[in-house]
């Protein structure tokens, strides 16, 4: 039974996803302000939060810039606004993916399961090794590394990467990598897939390896062995 923890100030948005939870079979806590809610994770554990991103006391951004330092947790964040900035503010400091208020609880109940499958039944490819002149991707032990060097991914970076490379010399749109990454329940903007992908170029310390097609979307450059 999957644990879910749902961070937020307003009532109604904590009574209305939790009514949708629960008959789903999901344990699920509720914290309605910021240091309640990074104690309850501490304490819970949650696979998955839902997090606001204006909280009393402590707002959303900063919950997730502490639990970044000691958990990858999937973090959904939940924000009223609108502009593309504030969207990417929050994955830029870790969160997995966003979903702007107001929701349709059907469709954030279809993302948490997609997200949920993802982390527990992980396509394990056994056996799988994906070697190039500089990257080694284990997708059983999900390991990578770049010139012998280990990188520490989060799931959804080491999915992106996987995609790509076992896809190597193609194009990948961006509505193809939310398809094999989030799944087809994704709803939200394809932003998610850019700042993402940042991540994995900046870990990987090597620019080369990922290129970016303007207009298209993404090739992974390395040569095989």
């Known amino acids: 039974m999957a644990k879910i923890l749902v961070i937020d100030d307003e009532p109604s948005i ?7 939870l629960k008959p789903e079979g ?12 990074l104690k309850t994770a501490r304490a819970f554990k949650p696979d ?5 991103v204006m909280l009393p ?3 959303g951004i900063e919950i997730l810039t502490r639990l970044r330092r000691e958990s990858d947790v999937y973090v959904i964040m939940l924000t009223a606004k609108t502009e593309e900035t504030d969207k990417v503010v929050g994955l830029t400091v870790g969160a997995d993916d966003y979903v702007t208020k107001p929701f349709s609880p059907r469709e954030l109940v279809a993302r948490i399961k997609s997200a949920l499958r993802r982390i527990q039944f992980p396509s394990l490819g ?9 990257l080694r991707m284990d997708i059983a032990a999900r390991q990578v590394s770049v010139d012998d060097q280990p990188i520490d991914l989060t799931a ?3 999915d992106l990467l996987r995609a790509l490379a076992e896809n190597r010399g193609r194009v990948l749109t961006r509505e193809q990598l939310l398809d094999k990454v989030w799944g087809g329940a994704y709803f939200g903007e394809m932003r998610v897939v850019d700042v993402h992908l940042g991540h994995v170029r900046q870990k990987l310390g ?12 993404y090739r992974f ?4 062995l």
């Open 14 to 20: 904590i009574n209305l996803i939790t009514a949708y």
């Open 26 to 37: 999901y344990e699920v806590l509720t914290a309605s302000d910021g240091p309640s809610g």
């Open 48 to 52: 998955l939060i839902l997090l606001d």
């Open 57 to 59: 006391g402590m707002d």
């Open 126 to 134: 056994v056996g799988e090794v994906l070697s190039f002149q500089h």
């Open 156 to 158: 959804i970076e080491f």
């Open 206 to 217: 090597n620019p080369d390896l990922i290129s970016t097609v303007r207009g298209v979307g």
């Open 221 to 224: 450059e390395d040569e095989p």
